[in-house]
């Protein structure tokens, strides 16, 4: 997460504060401090990265744990590879998503859909691809 999501939204960052101060005096290990809530102010900031001209910044939006599976669907169809193999990396990308991506023309995609978690269903045809990669992938995703 990034230090602007911390200091940004409707209350100028003063629920992180709070938070901040309530988890340094709580005993309980660090690892039980819970994030607030998704903003609408985040959500949307992600939209925003989602349509930049920069094909790295829609990378990041694409492996956002909070971006939707509509614009997860709509970063599938980016002309950038990468920004399609993030798609395909994000355990949040819904399975039609991945089922699409699955026969996308670039091996590097196919590999990253049959390493998603959410894919199972989709490694029996994975392990049958046309790329070495990809078939190795799927039948290493298979033994999890």
Do not use: Y
Request: with cysteine; hydrophobic share 40%; glycine share 4%.
């Amino acid at each position: 997460m990034s230090c602007v999501s911390f200091w940004s939204g409707p209350d100028g960052g003063r629920a992180w504060l709070e938070r901040l101060r309530a988890a340094a005096e709580d005993p309980r290990p660090v690892s039980t401090f819970r994030s607030p809530d998704i903003s609408d102010a985040k959500i949307a900031r992600i939209r925003q990265l989602a349509t930049s001209s920069d094909a790295k910044i829609r990378e990041s939006a694409a492996l956002s744990r909070q971006a939707s599976g509509d614009l997860l669907n709509d970063l599938s169809h980016d002309a950038d590879m990468g920004v399609r193999c993030c798609v395909a990396r994000n355990e949040r990308t819904p399975l039609a998503v991945l089922r699409r991506l699955a026969h996308d023309r670039n091996a590097g995609v196919r590999a990253w859909v049959a390493a998603n978690p959410g894919a199972r269903e989709l490694l029996n045809d994975l392990q049958h691809d046309t790329n070495e990669t990809v078939r190795l992938v799927a039948a290493w995703a298979t033994r999890w």
